[in-house]
C-alpha cells in the first residue's frame, strides 16, 4: 500500500505563484508514474501534469508554460510549480501514482488551492 501527502496549497492572488509537493511512501517510488490532478466544483477531475519514471512529462493545454512538474526519487516527491495562476485553476489538486507494471495506482487525499481575481 502505497500513501501520497500533498501540500503546498493555499489562497492566492491571480498572476501569483505556489507549489505543491507530495511525498509518498514506500520503497518503489521511482518506478511509479507520478501525476498531479484536479477537480473544480462541478467538474470532472482532469489530468494537469504528469511525469514518468524516466522523467518524461506531458501537461494539460491549459497549464503548458505556466506549471511544470519535476520528481525527487531520493526524497519520495513529486512537485508541482504553478505560475501565473488563473481562477480558472481553483480546485482540489491531486496526486497520483501509477505503478505500471504492478497495475496498482493510488490517489492522495487532495490540497485545495483558490486563486482570486
Known amino acids: 500500500q502505497v500513501q501520497l501527502v500533498e501540500s503546498g496549497g493555499g489562497l492566492v492572488q491571480a498572476g501569483g505563484s505556489l507549489r505543491l509537493s507530495c511525498a509518498a511512501s514506500?520503497?518503489?517510488?521511482?518506478?511509479?508514474?507520478m501525476g498531479w490532478y484536479r477537480q473544480a466544483p462541478g467538474k470532472q477531475r482532469e489530468m494537469v501534469a504528469r511525469?514518468?519514471?524516466?522523467?518524461?512529462?506531458n501537461y494539460a493545454d491549459s497549464v503548458k508554460g505556466r506549471f511544470t512538474i519535476s520528481r525527487d526519487n531520493a526524497k519520495n516527491t513529486v512537485y508541482l510549480q504553478m505560475n501565473s495562476l488563473k481562477p480558472e485553476d481553483t480546485a482540489v489538486y491531486y496526486c497520483?501514482?501509477?505503478?505500471?507494471?504492478?497495475?496498482?495506482?493510488?490517489w492522495g487525499q487532495g490540497t485545495q488551492v483558490t486563486v482570486s481575481s
Open positions: 511525469i514518468g519514471s524516466a522523467g518524461s512529462t
Open positions: 497520483h501514482a501509477w505503478y505500471v507494471t504492478m497495475g496498482s495506482h493510488y
Open positions: 514506500g520503497s518503489t517510488f521511482s518506478l511509479a508514474t
